[in-house]
Structure formats: structure tokens, C-alpha cells
């Protein structure tokens, strides 16, 4: 269990560029979940998978953005032509069941500053 | 629609005190209850968790959480606090999935 893991840890970027973030999750879970926590706030659902499925996409997740799971494993969220609001912390999480059975893993996220 | 607040953005406590956050949640159900804490630049780690049953939960490092329905909340304790416990920590609400929905979080410094 390498827990999970989230690369780049830092993106710095400029406005109106593409970016693109990946999240390994846990071997053999097959729920992925994508949140965005910006400074002093707690994080906020965007989307997530069960297996290469996106199942659910929140109202914060603007056509701007997009996730795939292709192959079940691991993830990658790009946002398109980033705006300064979009600096936050990404951070994903996998569990292989639901609360009832399984915990939620959180990897250490993506920081992304848009300048 | 679920939310959650947490009342105190910062706690200052003293190294062997004991500490209480406060989480009061709306949820039109029976909820899913969580404690997170989150060192600087980390993931959020799973303190506690309350589905059902025993409403006074245990859970790592120490902490516990009690369940009150009447009073829609679910604070979280310690008796002694280590200045390792310096870090936020945030409630969160969900339902059978991880859709949760967290509070701004709660800031604690330890003082020696």
C-alpha cells in the first residue's frame, strides 16, 4: 500500500494555459474521487469514478474542466485556458468501497497557482 | 442539500489541556460523519467516523466524537493535547458515498 499519489505536487501557470494533473490511486481501489480546497476552506466535491465510469460531476466542475479514468486506475483532471480562480489545491482520494466498509485515502494534492 | 459548519476558524490550546471542536451539520437523513485532520501542505487524514450505533465514537490519536441528533452536531475531543496535534482539522458530512461536504476547517495551535 503506497497510499496515494498525486503528481506534479506544484504547478505554477499562466493564465489561459492548459493543465493537467494525475492521480494514482490505491491498487485495487476502484473508486477515484477529485476535490479543490481553496485557502482557508475546507475541500469541495468535483467529481468522481467507480472503475473507469464518471458517475457524478458537481455543479463547481465548469465545461473547463475535464476527468477521465480511461483504464480504471489512474486519473487525470485538466482544466482549459486556467483563470486566476482556478488556484487551489487538487486533491484526490480512492477508496474500494463506500463509507459503510471502506475509508477514504487522500493523496497529498496538486497545488496549482495560476498567475 | 447537506452542509456543515464549524463554528471556531482558530483554537488556541496549551500542551496537556484538553481540546473540543465544535460541528453542527444539516442533513436530511441519517448522516455519514467524519473528522479529517490535514498537516501543512498534506492530504487529509481520517481521524473518526460516525454511521450509527454507539454515539460517543473513538478514534485515532486520542480523539473522540460525539453524536448528538437533537443538537445536529458532532464535536470532536481530546482530553491531553501534544503539540504534535498543532494542525486543521474539518467535519464532514456525506450519505453512502464519498460526496462529502466539509466545514471551513479549524485551525489549533499548541502552545508549550
Known amino acids: 500500500d503506497t497510499g496515494v499519489s498525486q503528481d506534479p505536487r506544484h504547478k505554477i501557470t499562466k493564465r489561459g494555459q492548459n493543465v493537467t494533473f494525475r492521480c494514482d490511486p490505491i491498487s485495487e481501489h476502484n473508486r477515484l474521487y477529485w476535490y479543490r480546497q481553496t485557502l482557508g476552506q475546507g475541500p469541495e466535491f468535483l467529481t468522481y469514478f467507480q472503475n473507469e465510469a464518471q458517475l457524478e460531476k458537481s455543479r463547481l466542475l465548469s465545461d473547463r474542466f475535464s476527468a477521465e479514468r480511461p483504464k480504471g486506475s489512474f486519473s487525470t483532471l485538466e482544466i482549459q485556458r486556467t483563470e486566476q480562480g482556478d488556484s487551489a489545491m487538487y486533491l484526490c482520494?480512492?477508496?474500494?468501497?463506500?463509507?459503510?466498509?471502506?475509508?477514504?485515502?487522500f493523496g497529498n494534492g496538486t497545488r496549482l497557482t495560476v498567475t | 442539500a447537506q452542509s456543515v459548519t464549524q463554528p471556531d476558524i482558530h483554537i488556541t490550546v496549551s500542551e496537556g489541556a484538553s481540546l473540543e471542536l465544535r460541528c453542527n451539520y444539516s442533513?436530511?437523513?441519517?448522516?455519514?460523519l467524519f473528522w479529517y485532520v490535514q498537516s501543512p501542505g498534506q492530504g487529509l487524514q481520517l481521524l473518526l467516523k460516525?454511521?450509527?450505533?454507539?454515539?460517543l465514537v473513538q478514534g485515532i490519536k486520542g480523539f473522540e466524537a460525539e453524536f448528538k441528533r437533537s443538537q445536529s452536531s458532532f464535536n470532536l475531543r481530546k482530553p491531553s493535547v501534544h503539540w504534535s496535534d498543532a494542525a486543521e482539522y474539518f467535519c464532514a458530512v456525506g450519505a453512502y458515498d464519498y460526496k462529502l461536504s466539509f466545514g471551513a476547517g479549524t485551525t489549533v495551535t499548541v502552545r508549550a
Open positions: 442533513y436530511g437523513a441519517t448522516p455519514y
Open positions: 460516525y454511521f450509527s450505533g454507539d454515539t
Open positions: 482520494a480512492s477508496s474500494w468501497g463506500t463509507p459503510n466498509n471502506s475509508p477514504l485515502h
